[in-house]
C-alpha cells in the first residue's frame, strides 16, 4: 500500500462547517448538531433503563453496533462511574468497521468537557486501526472494553458473549442499510440475555418489524431533538447475575500461570497459585524475554492469532513501566524466501499501520548497529524483565509442588507428593508448562529444552532475530536458544554455550566476535510444545472443572496473556476476547475430533 492509498478501514471522516464530524462513507453525521451527548443520554442510556437496570448487579454487559467516535460509551462510562455498585464490573462489545483515528476522536469529545474524566482514559487506550478484537482495561472504572473492528455481522458471529443492553447505533438505515439487515438484528437477540433492552434513534418501519421478528417487543418513545420518536425493545425473561465467584486455583507460576492469575483478578476473582519453584522457577525465569509476533505470511487465523496475541501482551506490559529493557525488534531475512514473505506480512492488516515495516540491508544495519540483512522492524515489540513481571502478576504463590488432581464432591481436589490436600476449588487451571499432561494425560505435549547464554557489557539497541535471536538485559545481551526435542534436562551445557555463539554469529556476527571471549552465563529451560505448533487453552475434555493454558513453545510472554483472559472468561461464563473461530484453534477438544474425523468412513 502506497502513503497516498486510502485505508482500507479508513471513514474518510469529514469536519464541517459546524466543527461536526460526517462519515464521507454513508454521507451521515456521527451525532447531533443539536446536542450529541444529550441524545445520546436521551435515546441510549435512559432507552436501555440504565442506570436502574445495573442497580445491585455485579456484572453488566452492554452491547453496541456502532462505535463511532466514541461518544456513546463516554457518556456510559460516566453514568457508571456515578452510578455503579462497589465492586461491580461492567463489559462492552462494540462494533466498528471504520474506525476513527485517536485525533479525530479527541477533537470530536472535545466538545463535552464534563466528559474529560472517562474520556481521558479512553482516549488514552484508543484500539488500533487494525482487523480483529481489541481489548481497552480502563481498571479504575471497572471496565471492560472489546471493540470488533469488521463488519457487523462478522463481529456478530464472532462473538460469544450476552449483553443486557444495546445501543443500536449505525447510520441511518437508509444511508447504511447493511447494519440493520434482519439477518444483524437476529443474532443481536441471539448475543442478548435474559430480558435484555436495546435502543436505537430510528423508528423505520424495517427496523420495528426486524426487531420484533427477531423476538424483541418494540415501543415508540419521544425522541430529542428535532427526532420526535425513538425506538426501545426488549426481550422477554429475567435478567439476572452469574453464580458467585468460584474458588479458582493456579498450578505453575510461569507466564502462563501469572496471566491467568492476573485475568482471573481482574474479572473479580482472587485464585489460589501453587508453584514449588515461585514466580518464573521454570522456562519463564530467563533474564530477559522477547515479546513478538509469530509471523504468518499465510495471513490466515493463525497468523491473526498472534497478532491479536502479540498486541494485547505489549498493551498488558506498556501498563508495567519498570518491566521493559527496550523496545522495538528486527526480523532479518535468513534465507531466499523471506523477501516475499516479508513484503506480504509488511503489506498486510493484521497490525497497526506502519507498526511492521520493510527495511532495507541499510536500514536493519543503521539499528542493529552492525551490518546485517534486509528485514522487519516490530516496532511494537519490546524486551521485558520477567522477574520483574511474574510477582506482581502471580500475587502469593503457595511454594508447594501438586503432584496430582482429583474430583472430590463435585469439586476439585489439588494433592501434594504425600496425598495431603493443598486445596479444593471449583476450578483448576493448569499452566505448569511442559508438565502439564501429568494433570491432562489425554492431552501430549512435548517438552523441548531449551539453553539461553548471556554476557555483561556488550549489549544491543533493540531485539534482533534471524536464526537464532539476540536481545539486550539490564547489564549485557541474551542470545540463543538451542531447540532440543524430547529432553528435560536443566543442567546447562558449556557445549550449547557454544551452539548460542554459532547462532550469533549468524545473525550479529560483530557482536558474536566481542563475546567470543567473554565469560558466559546460562541456563536451560524446558518449552511445552503442541504436534500442531498451537496453544491449548481452554476446558480439558473428560474432567469437568479442569481447563489448561500450556502448549505456548517460545511465544509464551507474547500468547500467554490473552489466552490467559480468554481461559478465565469461559471458566467464568463471560465474554471471552478471543473471537470464536480464534478460540477454536487452541480448544484443547481440537485434537480428540481430528482424530474422530480422521477414523469415521
Known sequence: MTPDQPLPLDPELVWGDDGLPRSGRFGDVYFSSDDGLAETRAVFLAGCGLPEAWAGRRRFVVGELGFGAGLNIAALLQLWSLTRQPGARLQIFSVEAFPVSREDAVRALDRWPELAAVAGPLLARWPRRAPGFHRLDLPDLGVTLDLAVMEVEEALTRWRGKADAWFLDGFAPAANPQMWRQEVLDLVAARSAAGARAATFTVAGAVRRGLQVAGFTTE??????????????????????????????????????????RAFRALGVEPVVLDGRGPGGGASGNPAALVSPRLDAGLGPQARLHAQGFTRAVDLYGDQPDIAVARGALQLEDGPRDGGRFDVIAAADLFAPDAVVRLDAGGTSALAGEPVPAGLILKEAMVIEPAALLPGWTGPVVRTSVARIAPRDGRQAVLDDAGQTLCLADIVCIAAGHASDAFAPDLTLQPVRGQASWARGAGLPLGVSKGGYAIPTREGVLFGATFDRDRTDETPIAGDDARNLALLTETVPALAARLADQPLSSRAGIRAATRDRLPLAGAVPGQPGVFILSGLGSRGFSTAPLLAEHVAAVTLGEPSPLPDDLAALVDPARFAARDRRRASP
Not at 227 to 238: F, M, S, T, Y
Not at 243 to 257: E, Q
Open 220 to 261: 415508540k418513545r419521544p425522541g430529542h431533538g428535532r427526532k420526535r420518536e425513538r425506538l426501545e425493545a426488549r426481550l422477554p425473561g429475567q435478567a439476572r447475575d452469574p453464580a458467585a465467584p468460584p474458588i479458582v486455583a493456579v498450578i505453575g507460576a510461569g507466564i502462563a500461570g501469572a496471566s491467568l492469575a
